[in-house]
């Protein structure tokens, strides 16, 4: 008797450790791109244009945000008869304020904006990620909304740039983003809900939220020809 329950516990500990195998980095990107309707959906996106509202303190401001892939991207805002943006582009980006004490266009600088450069990645940064020359670390998971999620670490250059938080299917839930002014790193982090598919057929975040309040988008439109000076700060 005591040999047949060493046998069976040792068994039941063997099924137990297959169960419980960790996922690899790799394989959580993989449901991430099937969530996402594979990699040559994903692939066809060449052109984003997000139309909502963004609540600050209270205050409903329409909200426009247009991304060319690694070209550039243009966010307005507007309330109370007045506009502001902010542009990123390859090389360069600006910022403009009406809302400031005294509003003008201003230059961001260089080193932020190649910080900045994955956030115009509209594939994003876990596709072929190796031959962007980022090293993924899988840092355990995390509950986050309720949600249990894989945290993966991403890094390239000399710092750590992005955390993901993953659900089970591979859609994600949070992201903190880093960058380096100077000695400090900065934070920003935003969560990502209501996932559906547009009337083009790709699966987008509808509604997130971000430190400066909640972003809820009615239209997303993929692969619209943009104007030609969007990036432009006209």
């Known amino acids: 008797m ?8 040792t068994i039941l500990l063997l099924l137990q450790s297959i169960t419980v195998k960790s996922q690899t980095v790799d394989e959580i990107i993989q449901k991430h ?7 040559g959906k994903i692939k066809s996106v060449n052109t984003v244009v997000m139309e909502g509202f963004m609540n600050i303190a209270g205050v409903d401001a329409a909200i426009t945000v ?9 966010t307005e805002y507007s309330a109370n008869g007045q506009t502001g943006f902010s542009i990123y582009t390859d090389q360069e980006g600006w910022n403009y304020n009406p809302f400031g004490s005294n509003p003008s266009v201003v230059s961001i600088g260089k080193e932020q904006v190649m910080q900045s450069q994955h956030q115009l990645d509209l594939h994003g940064t876990l596709i072929d990620y190796k031959e962007k020359g980022i090293a993924i670390l899988l840092k355990g998971k995390m509950t986050i909304e309720g949600k249990e999620c894989n945290v993966l670490e991403l890094s390239w250059g000399d710092m750590v740039r992005q955390n993901l938080f993953l659900d089970s299917s591979g859609l994600i839930v949070k992201s903190i983003n880093f960058k380096k002014a ?4 900065t934070t920003t982090e935003t969560l990502f809900y209501d996932y559906r598919k547009n009337e083009d057929g790709y699966l987008f975040s509808f509604t997130r939220m971000t430190a400066n309040g909640e972003i809820s988008f009615s239209s997303i439109k993929v ?6 000076n969007i990036f432009k700060p006209e």
């Open 2 to 9: 005591k040999i047949s329950f060493f046998f069976t516990g």
């Open 33 to 39: 791109i099937s969530s996402r309707g594979g990699i």
């Open 66 to 74: 247009s991304f060319s892939h690694l070209k550039g991207s243009r």
């Open 182 to 185: 100077g000695d400090n790193i």
């Open 223 to 228: 692969n619209r020809t943009l104007p030609e």
